[in-house]
């Protein structure tokens, strides 16, 4: 995704990391098998020899894993909507509405 349109009509850019609005939703289903998943990845060395520091290769373990255990969630920056990406390929992002403003930049520290 590198572009979401919210349903006020703002447009959601998805095109570097560290992103203030983006965050990702774990359920809580799947937490256990996530970082079991982790765990053996890191001990089986990934199964090939990336020529990666040891840093760097836990960095691509653990992304590869979140991207298949997590959804991908944004919040507005205009109307503060939290957009869900679906489980389903081909299906909409679901879109929530905080009912305090305290859930204005929910997502930063």
């Known amino acids: 995704m590198s572009k979401l349109r919210c349903e006020c009509s703002e447009v959601i850019s998805d095109s570097s990391d560290l992103l203030p609005y983006k965050a ?10 996530l970082i079991e998943h982790a765990a053996n990845l890191i001990i089986e060395g990934h199964g090939r020899d990336l ?10 373990i653990l ?3 979140l991207d298949h255990f997590t959804l991908g969630s944004y919040q ?3 109307c503060s909507r939290i957009l869900i ?6 299906q ?4 929530f509405l905080p009912e305090q403003k305290e859930g204005v930049n929910i997502f930063q520290q």
């Open 24 to 33: 990702y939703i774990i359920p809580d289903t799947l937490l256990h098998s």
């Open 51 to 60: 020529g990666l520091s040891e840093k760097s290769r836990i960095w691509d």
């Open 63 to 65: 992304g590869g894993t």
């Open 76 to 78: 507005c920056p205009h």
């Open 85 to 90: 990406e679906p489980r389903a390929p081909g």
């Open 92 to 95: 909409m992002y679901r879109s």
